[in-house]
């Protein structure tokens, strides 16, 4: 919900000269959003990426196998922390394809609700809607944006996952 919330203060429509703006902060958003849409408006725009969470890990680690195979010489192979990084980098590659239409549908809708201008029912017409108007690239626009965020932040996530591992991994175990 706190994502929510930041896409929702960031698209709030322009205040009028000498008007205060829709909301003044992050708790007041969360305080509006839960009086005027209960706690379903919290989750506003969330099934897309919810319903892409299991097959983005399988992927994910999936592309973290596949990007340490690829730079392993023999499978007994010790990478290196910039190799596991590069690893991790290729398993952002991997779950773009999946995330990038679930990010676009959600900030759709957080910018619906937060507009209050009804184009889309949900999360289904709002894809079906999108392809309608411009095919696979309206479902897929914004993936460069995605990949620059997820390419990094996932080379990031495996590196340190892996540096954790071996320094609270007992010696031999």
Same mark, same amino acid.
Request: net charge positive; with cysteine; charged share 15%.
């Given at each position: ?5 930041? %896409? ?17 902060? /992050? ?8 009086? #005027?849409?209960? %706690? !379903?408006?919290?989750?506003? *725009?969330? &099934? ?5 969470? @299991? ?5 994910? +680690?999936? #592309?973290?196998?596949? *990007?340490? !195979? ?15 990084? &590069?690893?991790?980098?290729? $398993? #952002?590659?991997?779950? /773009?394809?999946?995330? &990038? ?13 937060? @507009? *209050?201008?009804?184009?889309? $029912? ?9 392809? !309608?108007?411009?095919?696979? !690239?309206? %479902? =897929?626009?914004? /993936? ?8 990094? &932040? $996932?080379?990031? =996530? +495996? ?9 609270? /991994?007992?010696? #031999?175990?």
């Amino acid at each position: 919900p706190i994502l929510s919330h930041q %896409v929702r203060l960031q698209t709030q429509p322009k205040p009028q000269p000498g008007q205060p703006p829709l909301y003044s902060g /992050t708790f007041d958003c969360f305080r509006k959003t839960l009086v #005027g849409e209960g %706690v !379903r408006g919290l989750y506003r *725009g969330m &099934a897309a990426p919810i319903i892409g969470v @299991t097959p983005m890990f399988a992927v994910c +680690f999936f #592309g973290f196998g596949l *990007g340490k !195979r690829l730079q392993q010489r023999t499978p007994d192979d010790i990478l290196t922390y910039p190799q596991l990084f &590069a690893a991790g980098m290729l $398993s #952002g590659v991997f779950t /773009t394809v999946i995330m &990038a239409p679930g990010e676009r549908i959600k900030c759709l809708l957080q910018i619906q609700a937060a @507009t *209050g201008e009804t184009k889309y $029912s949900g999360s289904l017409d709002c894809a079906k809607q999108l392809y !309608r108007e411009a095919g696979i !690239r309206g %479902v =897929y626009k914004g /993936t460069v944006l995605t990949l620059m965020r997820d390419v990094p &932040a $996932s080379g990031m =996530y +495996f590196m340190t996952y892996e540096w954790l591992k071996n320094i609270l /991994t007992p010696e #031999g175990k």
